[in-house]
């Protein structure tokens, strides 16, 4: 039986791509928006910098990708950044727990689904948004680093959303790492075919890293987001009492 939540969701979100809606419902609509923004922006205010791991929920452990994922976790923990990720199961949660096993501060962004999506175990912070495009503004907003492994249609948008505002200048060039080189390998010879048809500039090749070595990722990421941006030297957000804020 569907549930109330799941009956109240397909009347907003899918109504509003629908085209033009009432103005009370398009109104209530975008106040629905900027309260997802407003919860992810206060729950995220304090983290410093991050980097933002992608990848797919279907990965359970012992498999090499969840046990990859789970050691990116610990050497982006070991630069000093906090991991965030999806928030989900698979791939994100094995990047969360490679990051809480390393000492180092582990949080995400969930998305709600008509199949719930929990919240994986190994999070010291997280918050539940409604919409997927709120979901990937956040985790975008507070990141200095992408690592994208392997996984489905949520993953590759997320990888050419960041790929893409690093190409248009809407954001600074931010390392991002694409790992699983078999697993990617059609995905990258389609960017080359894109190169010869003249899409996108041959230099849109080195937006990205494509790697399966765990050293040269982090040596890429180190020289192009730690040492670049001073990420040692940033300070943390400090919390204001008024606003009844914790870190």
Known sequence: ?????????????????????????????????????????????????????????????????????????????????TVMTGGGPGLMEAANRGAREAGGRSVGCNITLPHEQSANNYLDKWVKIEHFFVRKVLLSKYSYAFVVMPGGYGTLDEFFEAITLIQTKKTKPFPVVLFGKHFHEEL???VEHMIQEGTI??????????TDDMEQ???????????????????????????????
């Open 201 to 210: 500039a041959k230099e849109d090749r080195d937006l990205f890293l494509f």
């Open 1 to 81: 039986m569907e549930t109330e939540l799941n009956k109240n969701r397909k009347t907003t979100e899918r109504n509003f791509f629908e085209g033009p809606q009432s103005r009370t419902a398009e109104f209530i609509f975008t106040i629905k928006v900027i309260r997802d923004f407003i919860r992810g922006f206060r729950a995220f205010h304090f983290l410093g910098p991050c980097a933002t791991v992608f990848g797919s929920a279907r990965y359970k452990e012992g498999h090499d990708y969840y046990e990859m994922a789970r050691k990116i976790g610990g050497a982006l923990s070991h630069l000093g950044f």
């Open 188 to 190: 990258y010879k389609h």
């Open 217 to 247: 990722a982090m040596k890429h990421i180190e020289e192009h987001a730690v040492k670049k941006y001073g990420l040692r030297e940033k300070k943390v957000m400090k919390p204001i009492w008024f606003f009844n804020e914790k870190k």
